[in-house]
C-alpha cells in the first residue's frame, strides 16, 4: 500500500461505514410504513444495480486475461475486491425471496409460463445460479492466486454470461409476464459489464499505482460498451415499433411514450448511452484523473438511474424516486465500499 493511499482509506472508510448503517437503518423504517411494496421494489432494484457491478468488475480482469491481456495488471486487485459483494447480494436476493409476496407480480396468477413464473421455482433457480457464479469466481480467484487463472476465467465469464442473462429475464422482464423479449437476457449481462467498467475506471482514476495509458484503456471501454449497450437496447426496441408487436411494446409505452417517463429517458439517453462517446472522445480526458473520475461517477449515477428505469415504470405510472430508494442505494453502497477496502487490505497481507 502506498503512502499516499493510506490517509485516503482512512477517510472513505468512515463514511463507507455511515453509509452502509444509515442506508440500511432509514429503509428498514420505511420498509414498516405505509409504502412498503415501495421499499421492497426498492431492495429489488438494488439488488439489481449493485450485484450487477460486483459481478461485472469481478469479470473483467479474467475476461481481458482471456485475451491475452495485460494492461490490467496494476489495478487488477481493484476488480477483484468486487467479490467481497457475493455474501451481501446473496443475502439480498433471500430477503426478496422472503418477501416476494409483496412485490412479486406472479401470487396467485396462474400465467401461461406455468410453472415457470412460480415465485418459490423463481427465486430458487435465481438463487442457485447465483451461487454458483459467486462460487466460481472464489474459485477462479484462487486458481489465479496459484499462478493457474486463465482456464477458470473463461469459464466464469460464460457462467457470468449464462448467470446474469438468467436474472435478466427473471427480475426484469418476467416483472410483466406478458411481456416478451429475447434480447432481454443478453443486454442485462453487457449492461452489468458496462457497469463494471465504469466502477473500474472510477477506482482506477483515483489509485496512485493507476498510469495514464491503464486511464486510457479503461476510458475506451467505457464508450465500447456504452455503445454496445446502446444497440442492444435499440436492437430490441426497433422491432417493436416498426412491426407494432402488441407484447413487446407494454415495455416502450410507458417508458417513451409515457410524458411522465419521457424525461428520465432522455436523460438516461444523453448520460448512459451517448453520453460516454461525447465526454470521453477526446484523448486528454480519457487520460486525466480527475476527468475521468467524474465522468464515470456520473455515468455510474446514470446506470443506476437505468435499473431503477427497468423496474420502477412496471409498477408506477409516473416516477417516484426518493428516500425508499436513496436510502437503500447508499446502504449497499457503503457495504461495498466496506468489503472492498476489506478484501484488499487482505490480498496485500498476503505473499
Known sequence: MSTSERPATKLWLPLWLVLAVAGIAVWVVLLNGPEERRAWRSLLMNFLFFTSLAGGIVVWPPLVAACNGRWHLKAQ??????????????????????????????????????????????????????LVFWGMALYQRNKHRAGDGKASGTVLVLVYSLVFSLLGFDLVMALDPYWHSNLAGGYFFMSGLYIGITCWALLAARHPDADPDLLHDLGKLIVAFSLMTTY?????????????????????????????????????LALVYFGPLVLLLPIRVKRSRRLLGIISFLVLCGLWLERWWLVAPTFDPAPRLGLHELSLAAGFAGV????????????RRRP
Open 232 to 268: 442492444l437496447m435499440y436492437a430490441h426496441l426497433l422491432p417493436f415499433w416498426y412491426e407494432n408487436l402488441p407484447r413487446e411494446v407494454r415495455f416502450i409505452v410507458p417508458r417513451l411514450h409515457g410524458a411522465q417517463w419521457r424525461p428520465v429517458s432522455a436523460l438516461l
Open 77 to 130: 486487485g481493484l476488480a477483484t475486491a468486487g467479490i467481497s459483494f457475493a455474501l451481501p447480494s446473496l443475502a439480498a436476493l433471500v430477503l426478496l425471496w422472503i418477501g416476494n409476496h409483496l412485490w412479486a407480480p406472479w401470487q396467485g396468477i396462474h400465467y401461461h409460463q406455468g410453472i415457470w413464473l412460480e415465485p418459490d421455482f423463481v427465486m430458487g433457480r435465481d438463487l442457485a445460479a447465483l
Open 336 to 347: 461495498l465500499g466496506l468489503g472492498m477496502t476489506w478484501m484488499r487490505r487482505i490480498d
